[in-house]
């Protein structure tokens, strides 16, 4: 074979992997600018919901476990003062919840 005729042969095989890497559907997902910032916007929200909810759950067994910590005062003291603020800050939320669904009736 001349060098031409390799020179085609793969040129047509790049053409048939380039047709099908078009087909996959990462690919098609992307292509549209529209498609690509819904998916994008979609999986940064994700991703901070995500994050802030892990933290959230890890931050409040943190606390509870050392709010049960007696042997220890110092720490035992300030996870329950910690609770101690966070438990009406909730009461309240859940009452405001509360008379805002009664009222809306």
Known sequence: ???????????????REMARMNRH???QVHNSMPRLIMFQL???????LGGVLGATVV?????WSLS???FIPIIG???T???EIIQPELQEAVEEGVEDAVQGQ
């Open 59 to 63: 931050l409040s067994v943190v606390v």
């Open 77 to 79: 003291d300030w996870a």
């Open 1 to 15: 074979m001349d060098d031409q005729t390799k020179f085609l042969d793969e040129v047509a095989a790049l053409r």
């Open 68 to 70: 049960q910590i007696n």
């Open 42 to 48: 979609a999986r940064g929200i994700a991703f901070g």
């Open 81 to 83: 003062e910690v609770i």
């Open 25 to 27: 559907r990462f690919i």
